[in-house]
């Protein structure tokens, strides 16, 4: 498959929701475990708290494969307020998520455009869609005049980072400790950041 085959499209539409929420969920799933308890707490979620222009979709054949969500402070895909942590969440669970909102969020800069999650549907990963959704976004937050993209991403997911480091993006920050791990399960959690509106910093060139 090449690039020109991945449809980068805007928001998210109605009829792909529920594909977008079973990519969301498997590609976070250990994440969301100790956010919600059960697939349907992330339903709801989907439902009722996203703002779905505050995205953008992949579609392969006119098959939904993959989102990126998008966190700016202007625009933001998920709308979690303290009231709905507690109305929605255990007060254990809910009390989780504060604590990872509060250790890993630092504000969104006026110049910040932030990935807040990235997800490929299994059947088309590794062909792409990940990069064009990035490549995207990046353009989209060069429109709007942002300065500096900048993603969330846990140590282990090493295929992930290493996508990242291809395409520009450099560990700026990294979360460790009891907290964090209380927090998101994850030992460590790095913040990535790359500049944007000058080309040549990036370093991948293009698909491989
Ligand atoms: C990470 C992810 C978004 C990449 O999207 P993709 O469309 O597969 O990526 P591309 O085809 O554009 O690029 C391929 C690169 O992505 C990474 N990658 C591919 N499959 C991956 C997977 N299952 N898990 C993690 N990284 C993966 C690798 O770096 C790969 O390069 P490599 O072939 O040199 O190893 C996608 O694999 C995914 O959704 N994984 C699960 C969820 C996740 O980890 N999201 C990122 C959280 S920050």
């Known amino acids: 498959m090449t690039m ?8 998210l539409d109605e009829r792909y929701i529920d594909d977008a929420l079973r ?27 996203v703002d779905t222009t505050s995205c953008l979709s992949a579609l392969v054949d006119g098959q939904f494969a993959g989102l990126l969500t998008i966190r700016t402070n202007g625009q933001e895909f998920y709308h979690l307020n303290m009231g709905a942590l507690f109305t929605r969440f255990s007060p254990l669970r809910a009390i989780r998520m504060l604590l990872n909102l509060l250790l890993l ?16 549907d299994p059947a088309y990963q590794g062909r792409g869609v990940g990069t064009a959704l990035l490549r995207r976004a990046e353009e989209q937050a060069a429109v709007m005049g942002k300065r500096t993209m900048s993603l969330g991403v846990v140590g282990e997911n090493a295929g992930a980072i290493r996508l990242y480091e291809r395409l520009g993006y450099r ?3 990294t979360w460790d ?4 791990r209380l ?22 060139g293009g698909r491989r």
Request: proline share 0%; no cysteine.
């Open 4 to 11: 020109a085959e991945v449809k980068i499209v805007e928001g």
């Open 177 to 180: 400790g009891y907290l964090v």
């Open 105 to 120: 969020a630092d504000g969104t800069k006026a110049d910040e455009f932030v990935v807040d999650s990235l997800a490929v």
């Open 171 to 173: 560990t700026t920050q």
């Open 183 to 204: 927090a998101t399960g994850s030992a460590a959690v790095h913040r990535m950041e790359k500049a944007i509106g000058d080309m040549r910093q990036d370093a991948g």
């Open 23 to 49: 990519v969301v969920y498997d590609a976070f799933a250990k994440k969301f475990r100790i956010g919600f308890r059960h697939a349907d707490d992330l339903r709801r979620l989907f439902r009722d708290s």
